[in-house]
């Protein structure tokens, strides 16, 4: 079975600082990874994914991730936060076509301070 | 807007009642997936149909039932409902793209 784990369940950082989310995975084919946002009160949304093609995965609003399969890493960073970044950030796992479920980490609640 | 509907948006019921909430997914998306969120759960994969059949099954109570319909809309039906029932329950479609789902606003459902 696969799993995420996302470190740190709050995450603050100031207005035009480096984002850092972490997540870690295990799953035991190559998996697919995802990170979707959620903003208060709406659904979540996808930021990007990864599906075995380039390692480095370049995502809305600025966002990217590292697939790493040596640290069995892949966290989310943007290089300088906005504040209209603060929500809450699901790392995901997928094993791919014909089990498109996601199983979702815990989530990272991300605030930004002026 | 994600293009999937969910109603109601909001339902308080009482202990011991039945609730059905619906989903319509984007125009398109064969595949429907419904996942619960709560505060000391989080996200849980509930259940997940494809075209009318059920393709995948998660942490889904025996008191929880889905299905979907021709027209491709789905229903998730709680019933003997509990205290500890009261969470968001989201829906989401798929174009089948592994793990590229779209979620609507979710119905949030509080049991007294």
């Known amino acids: 079975a696969q799993s995420v784990t996302q470190l740190g369940s709050h995450v603050s950082v100031s207005e035009g600082a480096l984002v850092l989310l972490r997540c870690n995975y295990s799953s035991s084919v190559p998996p697919y990874l995802f990170w979707y946002v959620q903003y208060p009160n709406q659904g979540l949304q996808l930021l990007l994914k990864y599906t075995s093609a380039a390692t480095l995965v370049k995502g809305i609003n600025g966002f990217e991730a590292e697939f790493k399969k040596s640290e069995t890493s892949f966290h989310l960073t943007k290089p300088s936060a906005h504040m209209s970044d603060a929500a809450e950030y699901f790392c995901a796992v997928s094993v791919g076509f014909g089990n498109e479920k996601l199983t979702f980490g815990t989530g990272t609640r991300l605030t930004i301070i002026p | 807007d994600s293009g999937v509907t969910q109603t109601p948006k909001h339902l308080i019921t009482a202990t011991g009642q039945r609730v059905t909430l619906r989903c319509s997914p984007r125009?398109?998306?064969?595949?429907v997936y419904w996942y619960q969120q709560s505060l000391d759960q989080g996200l849980q994969f509930l259940i997940q149909y494809y075209n009318g059949e059920e393709r995948a099954k998660g942490n889904i109570l025996e008191r929880f039932s889905a299905q979907q319909f021709p027209d491709l809309h789905s229903e998730l039906n709680l019933s003997s409902l509990e205290l500890g029932d009261s969470a968001l329950y989201f829906c989401?479609?798929?174009?089948?793209?592994?793990?590229?789902?779209?979620f609507g606003e979710g119905s949030r459902l509080t049991v007294l």
């Open positions: 989401a479609s798929s174009p089948r793209e592994p793990g590229e789902l779209f």
């Open positions: 125009s398109g998306d064969l595949s």
